[in-house]
């Protein structure tokens, strides 16, 4: 995926993001627009996963 679809409600894919990720804080998942990669480098630093497995599982937390 070249840029992350967000959209919809992002507190409720934070939530999310915070139970499947323990590790996160606010500062990590702070969004804004057109800083998609800023956003999953952020992520990705912090829980050491693939930028592939970070990408799905933000997608994972906008589908449920």
Known sequence: MNK????GDWNVA???LKQKYGQLTDNDLTY???R???LIGRIQKRVG???EEI???VNE???A
């Open 4 to 7: 992350l679809a967000l959209k």
């Open 14 to 16: 934070k939530g999310k």
């Open 32 to 34: 804004e627009h057109g």
């Open 36 to 38: 998609e990669d800023e």
């Open 49 to 51: 996963n693939t930028r």
């Open 55 to 57: 990408e799905q599982a």
């Open 61 to 63: 937390a906008f589908k």
